[in-house]
Nanobody, 122 residues
């Protein structure tokens, strides 16, 4: 079955860290760009980070630059999002998705996971 499964979400205090995983089954992740998106309470879904296929170039939205790091482990067919110095405004459901090239637009994404909830609260 072709699917993406996110994991690693949870409750964390402000300033804490989490590492999200996006695992693929039924296909090889490194053939695709992988984007992380998030949707906070009452907000539209937004692109957070992306790693390209081929040269693994990385991209970040301004609000997470310097705090989040996206990476790819080809041996595990998994993409990670390391999130440090978390803030309450990072609270959201985080989704990963495939694309042929990195994009901030949902319409450019092909396959989506079901998401994992991150809650940043004291």
């Amino acid at each position: 079955q072709v699917q993406l499964v996110e994991s690693g979400g949870g409750l964390v205090q402000p300033g804490g860290s989490l590492r999200l995983s996006c695992a693929a089954s039924g296909f090889t992740l490194d053939a695709y760009a992988i984007g992380w998106f998030r949707q906070g309470p009452g907000k539209e879904r937004e692109g957070v980070s992306c790693i390209s296929s081929g040269d693994d170039s990385t991209y970040y939205v301004d609000s997470v630059k310097g705090r989040f790091t996206i990476s790819r482990d080809k041996s595990k067919n998994t993409v990670y999002l390391q999130m440090n110095t978390l803030k309450p405004e990072d609270t959201a459901v985080y989704y990963c998705a495939t694309a042929y090239s990195c994009s901030w637009h949902e319409r450019d994404m092909e396959l989506w996971g079901k998401g994992t909830l991150v809650t940043v609260s004291a």
